[in-house]
């Protein structure tokens, strides 16, 4: 449904646009444009008001109306790009020349024929929208008055009544939430269990309900659901801690039923589990019938939503609890528990076949199916990928997710089911998935918010939503995803069943009735024979993505039967399918990605490529990039791993580009004083600056012109200096700076005016106190990973990290002195710390304790010591290991210690009495 919703959102500014004097359309035209406008935003309104009812009570003939409106509006947009393509293209030819004049007169004559043939176009739509419209009413039946409603079973309920000796992993979960809430706190408390939903959330909470609740006066479990009936919710609550009957509470005020709750709580030890909380908003309303009486009650919420567990915690004094899925042995236990007898080993025969299975999806899958044969296990197995919307035994399942994907806002559905175009268990890099939502139209665009940030939120709220599994960095931001199998398997069924995007694993023949719109391949090499029949026989025509994977990209069809394709990826070689003249007539490409081996011949046409933001070229190419590339006005993101490639001077007329990777001065060293034209640039990658001071005086004069610049990368071994006049100003807006593979002569004092900088990786050769209280005064630093040069004149005093300079935001610390400069932490300092990380050497360790303030680091959770063992004996590195394990053990706050060696083979050995060295490794 708000898949047809988003391609309307899409299509109707652009019919607007041709509304437009720009467009010169004829007088009948223009009627006929405004007649198809006003059609389809009623039929959008008409599709909002579907949308809004439960799935059970939309039909089929519903369903089938909205399926031939979202095809229709693809099929309108298609020939609409087509035709602003046509009239919009720009001549090349110089002024007042012959040439000139003749591109003009064939100009005007191309685009008199493409408003005939968007007139033709318009009238053939207008009659397919009158055709789709009569259908749907013709077939209309009266409705049935008096027609019983069907009334499904709440999937959770059973989760409610599950007996104890048939769990299965919750033993750990359990014990620890116990402990958390039997905790000897007189403040209210509240626990949040985060989890995807199926996980056991519910399960989970009411054994720990079960099991403490005796310990409280007064105790309440109510169930809140994705659209909640708050008066309801509170006056179970009402019945349970009060013990009694009241006279139709549901009919009271939300006031009277919380002032009553209140009351009842005030002088009384309660514990209550508000289970399947899926909004801020239901949570905030319950949380006022919770009083605070420091009498040590206890609050247990289990919700989808990080953010919300999140808010729950805030509000009141609380923790977040993140349930993992079940291990492998676990699910192997419970597997045994339910498909055979409780007592009974796993069958020899079925090892292989159930692992395969359990590795895929874990137990639920089996869970309704006991007693089949090795081969019927095989079965079950071949058939995964879309079983669940074919095997009846999982519609509780599906339910469970339906609810967590029906809660997306809609502009998160067609994101999610983009995730469907890849394989399962692939990590999905972020950014890369943002561009390609971006070249899709999925990101709409708003007033004042560029269309990156606003995907990477889209990415996030996926993220919170526990909708996907993200995969950070070091520094705790996320870097991409991968999807867990079960709801992979669920997206697909749903973007199958949509039409939204079609997956071959080999080359088939598909119906032509059937319009692909994104086409994903994967699977091994096949013979030629295969490829030709299968190219012949795919209706390929209306493809708007495709994504090819592995060896799959050899039966990629030819690129001139694809007319209107956005996206175009090639996860491997490139294909011998693709030729230069076809490549540049792919003229409504968003997107173009390359990664193997390619020639440079390949991008002969690319300057053709009006529409393209995105070219990603980080494979196997050596070379230069062509000249035409500089005519891309558009191109937001320009990508190159190698290092080695060349670009083209005139980069400063790519007045769109957002993201520029790598740039190698060596290479290109006239881009470099072009860097400055681009001030639209957010992420620079750049390669060589220490080789010439002069290639770091260009770029710092350029550096100053990017004031949209919000990463900065650099890439190169050797020494630089980054100081500039105290006048000079750097690009405000600056994010992330990575500068670790360089060695800066010291941190630069411009540094003082990032007030937005949250990560900051870079070696010093100079590190001073002034340089902490520098740092240590930025407002919004989370991630500080900082180091002396080991073979420079750092500075052997002690640095103390004071409170005049906090590091007020700064969550994780870490520091390779390489020298015997050593920190003090004072009171108050990092008071947001959670992890820290300590490098030193143990031969410039100056003997004492460990006594550097750890205990007034707050917050610190983990700490992480690595010790360079490189010119000393055994004996040395554990007598300070001993040290840092003592001082680690002092902490009130129970912090988990990891302490590691390293240049362990430089270690000096002891010598038995036979002369021989003594391994001195542990």
Known sequence: ???????????????????????KLQKGVRGEIRFLHAEMESMQAALDRVSNLPPQQIDDLNNIWVRDLKELSYDIEDSVDSFMLRVDAPGSAKPKSFKRFFDRTIGLLTKAMARHHIADDIHDIKSRIQEVAGRRERYRFPEVAGQPKNTEMD????????????????????????????AQKQKLMVVSIVGVGGLGKTTLANSVYQTIRAEFQSQAFVSVSLKPDINKILSSILRQVSGQQYPNPEAWSHTELIDTIRQILEKKRYIIVIDDVWAESAWTQIKCALIENSLGSRVIVTTRNADVAKFSCSSIDGTMCELDPLSYEDSKKLLCKRIFNENEEMHSELEEVSRKILDKCGVYLLASRPNKTKYEWYGVYSSMGSGLHKDKSLDS????????????????????????????DYEIPSDELVRLWIAEGFVDEKLGCNLYDLGERYFNELVSRSMIQPIYNEDGSPSGCRVHDMILDFIISLATQENFVTI?????????????????????????????????????SHVRSLVAFGDAVQWVPTTSRFPVLRVLAFK??????????????????????????????????????????????????KGELPASLNQLRQLE????????????????????????WWLNVDKSPNTLAELGSLTKLRVLKINGLHRNQSYMKTFLQALSNLINLRRLVFYGEGSCSLDMPDQWTGPAHLQSFDGDDLIFSQVPRWFSSLSELS?????????????????????????????????????????????????????????YPKTRCWLEFARGVMPKLQRLVLSFEVKKWEGGGFDVGLENLASLKYVTVKVDCAGVRIKEVEDVETKVSDAVDMLPNHVTLKISREWTILMIQDENKDGHAVSEER
């Open 1 to 23: 449904m708000e898949l047809a919703v988003a391609a309307l959102g899409s299509l109707l500014p652009k019919l607007a646009t041709l509304l437009t004097d720009e467009y």
């Open 155 to 182: 999937p959770r309920l059973p989760a409610l009544y599950e007996d104890v000796k048939n769990l299965v992993g919750i033993e750990g979960p359990a014990e620890k939430l116990t402990a958390l809430l039997s």
């Open 397 to 424: 399942m599906r339910a469970i997710l339906y609810l967590s994907y029906s809660d997306l806002p809609s502009y998160l559905k067609p994101c999610l089911l983009y995730l469907s175009m890849f394989p399962e």
């Open 504 to 540: 071959l694993d080999v080359p088939c023949h598909i119906s032509s009735a059937r319009k692909i719109r994104r086409l994903s391949l994967r699977g091994s090499k096949v013979e030629r024979e295969e490829q030709v029949i299968y190219q012949a026989t795919l209706n390929i």
């Open 572 to 621: 491997h070689d490139w294909s011998d399918n693709i030729h230069p003249k076809d490549l540049g007539s792919l003229q409504h490409l968003r997107y173009l990605a390359l990664q193997g081996m390619f020639q440079t011949k390949l991008l002969e046409g690319i300057g053709n490529l009006k529409l393209l933001k995105t070219l990603d070229l980080r494979g196997r190419f």
């Open 637 to 660: 993101s320009l990508l190159n791993c190698t290092n080695i490639v060349k670009l083209p001077d005139g980069i400063g007329n790519l007045i769109s580009l957002n993201e520029l």
């Open 759 to 815: 990560r900051l990786s870079m070696y010093v050769n100079l590190l001073r106190q002034e340089d902490f209280n520098l740092l240590g005064a930025l407002p919004v630093l989370r991630f500080l990973d900082l180091g002396g040069d080991p073979f420079g004149t750092t500075t052997e005093e002690q640095v103390v990290v004071g409170a005049d300079h906090p590091f007020r935001s700064l969550q994780e610390f870490k520091f």
